[in-house]
C-alpha cells in the first residue's frame, strides 16, 4: 500500500469507518461494516495492489453488527485470524445476547444491526495484547463490555472503535447504545492517558490526542 491507513466507508446508513492499516509489514483490517462491506474493503485491497491473502488479520473493536457485520465474509476471503474483546467473543459467535440499546424506539432501530453472520474468533483480548505487526489491542469497555481500541505504536495512532464518536462535537458514544457509560467514560480517560497524536474514530473523522484529553478532563 502505497499509504499506511486506508479508511474504507462501512455503510452510509450507520456512518462508520473501517480500516486498511500496514503496520511493520503486516496488514490488518479494523473493523468490517454491515453485510455488503466485505466487496468494498477488497476492492479498496485490490486499489492498493494488495490481495485478498496479505491480510494477516481482522480486529474487531467490538460486536456491534456495524463493525463486525462483514466479519465472516472476510475471513473466508482473506483466511486472515480474527482478534476481538474477550467479553465480546460469545455475541460474535453467536452463544451470546446480542447487547441491544437500552429503549425500545432504538431497538427497533437498530435490529437490523443485531442479524448479521456469526464467526468463530480466534484470539480473544482481555489485557493490552501485541498483535501482529506490533499493533497494541487495548481493552476499552464500556460501549460494549469486551470493546477495544487498537494503537498503532509507528504511527503514533489510537483507533478507537465507538469509545468516541465524532459526528459533531467530540463526544462519549451515545449512552442509549452504550452498554455501561461509566466503564466507557473511564476507558476515555485511560486512552486519553497514552497521549497518542492521533485518534482515530469508529464514527466521524480523525481528532487529535489533545481533543480527546480535552474531552476526559470535562468528563472527571
Same mark, same amino acid.
Given at each position: ?29 479494523? *473493523? ?37 457485520? *462483514? ?17 465480546? /467473543?460469545? /455475541? ?5 445476547? =446480542?447487547?441491544?440499546? /437500552? ?6 432501530? =437498530?435490529?437490523?444491526?443485531?442479524? =448479521?453472520?456469526?464467526?468463530? /474468533? ?39 472503535? *465507538? ?58
Amino acid at each position: 500500500m502505497g499509504q499506511p491507513v486506508v479508511r474504507v466507508n462501512g455503510g452510509v446508513k450507520e456512518a462508520v469507518s473501517l480500516f486498511l492499516v500496514q503496520h511493520r509489514g503486516v496488514l490488518s483490517i479494523i *473493523d468490517t461494516g454491515i453485510a455488503g462491506s466485505a466487496k468494498r474493503i477488497l476492492d479498496a485491497l485490490e486499489k492498493a495492489g494488495r490481495k485478498p491473502e496479505d491480510v494477516r488479520q481482522i480486529v474487531l473493536t467490538h460486536c456491534h453488527g456495524d463493525h463486525a457485520g *462483514d466479519a465472516k465474509a472476510l475471513k473466508e476471503a482473506t483466511g486472515a485470524m480474527v482478534v476481538a474483546g474477550a467479553e465480546d /467473543v460469545a /455475541v460474535i459467535e453467536g452463544t451470546g445476547e =446480542y447487547p441491544r440499546p /437500552v429503549d425500545r424506539v432504538m431497538r427497533t432501530v =437498530y435490529e437490523s444491526l443485531t442479524r =448479521y453472520p456469526r464467526l468463530p /474468533v480466534d484470539r480473544a483480548v482481555s489485557e493490552p495484547e501485541h498483535l501482529d505487526g506490533g499493533l497494541v489491542a487495548l481493552p476499552a469497555p464500556g460501549h460494549t463490555a469486551g470493546h477495544i481500541a487498537v494503537h498503532a505504536p509507528d504511527l503514533d495512532t489510537i483507533f478507537v472503535g *465507538d469509545l468516541v464518536w465524532h459526528l459533531g462535537p467530540l463526544r462519549p458514544s451515545w449512552r442509549r447504545v452504550t452498554q455501561d457509560p461509566e466503564r466507557n467514560r473511564e476507558s476515555i480517560h485511560r486512552i486519553a492517558a497514552l497521549a497518542a497524536s492521533k485518534i482515530v474514530p469508529g464514527h466521524g473523522s480523525p481528532v487529535t490526542g489533545e481533543r480527546l484529553s480535552a474531552l476526559a478532563a470535562k468528563l472527571r
